[in-house]
């Protein structure tokens, strides 16, 4: 069965800092991936995905996550984190099922 | 569109007892989710519908979890009898065959 690794459980940055998450997962035919975030109480949100075509995606609030088939990953990526973006961030792959298998998440604090 | 919800919002019943989580997708997708979530196991599929039909009920807990989808514009998901453990955030999410879930807001559900 495939399954979706984030090794970061928990990342605290300061604003203006660099962030990248990491997201293996391990399947070795076609995935569609996914970056959900889920703000404290509430649901999960889409920020990106990758179906097929450009490995580099570009999705909301400036987050963007890169495809490298090679390594299965599929890691998140901001150059520039705030406040606004603690929360919980969750990758996840879809087989082709259509129904998703996430990762444990990613615990998100940004101090100001 | 309002996008996926759920119903109630929040419950809290006592061990033993019938509990019925309700869900209405956005309108014209034809796959519909439900997942669980909880501090120690994450995000857990538990059943997924397509066209209204059971697709994959394996990570449905124990017979004590049903779930219907009797037209293209509701689910629901029962736990009876309930118990304890099974007190979690119970998310419902739709999409169609080539997009990316979205979320309902949740169920909290405290069992007693």
């Known amino acids: 069965a495939q399954s979706v690794s984030q090794h970061n459980h928990h990342v605290i940055l300061s604003e203006a800092a660099s962030l990248e998450l990491g997201c293996n997962y391990s399947?070795?035919?076609?995935?569609?991936l996914f970056w959900y975030v889920q703000y404290p109480g509430q649901h999960l949100q889409l920020l990106l995905k990758y179906f097929s075509g450009d490995p580099l995606v570009k999705g909301i609030k400036g987050f963007e996550a890169e495809f490298i088939k090679s390594k299965f990953s599929f890691n998140l990526r901001k150059p520039s984190v705030q406040w606004s973006d603690t929360a919980e961030y969750f990758c996840?792959?879809?087989?082709?099922?259509?129904?998703?298998?996430f990762g444990s998440g990613t615990r998100l604090q940004v101090q100001p | 569109d309002a996008g996926v919800i759920q119903s109630p919002r929040h419950e809290v019943t006592e061990m033993g007892q019938e509990v019925t989580l309700r869900c209405k997708p956005i309108?014209?997708?034809?796959?519909l989710f439900w997942y669980r979530q909880t501090m120690m196991r994450g995000l857990e599929l538990l059943i997924y519908?397509?066209?209204?039909?059971?697709?994959?009920d394996s990570g449905m807990p124990e017979d004590r979890f049903s779930a219907k989808m009797p037209n293209a514009s509701f689910s629901t998901l029962k736990i009876q009898p309930s118990e304890p453990r099974d007190s979690a955030v119970y998310f419902c999410?739709?999409?169609?065959?080539?997009?990316?879930?979205?979320f309902g807001q949740g169920t909290r559900l405290t069992v007693v």
């Open positions: 999410a739709s999409t169609t065959g080539g997009g990316a879930a979205f």
């Open positions: 519908f397509n066209n209204n039909v059971p697709i994959d």
């Open positions: 996840a792959v879809d087989t082709g099922r259509r129904a998703l298998t």
């Open positions: 399947y070795g035919g076609t995935v569609n």
């Open positions: 309108s014209g997708h034809d796959y």
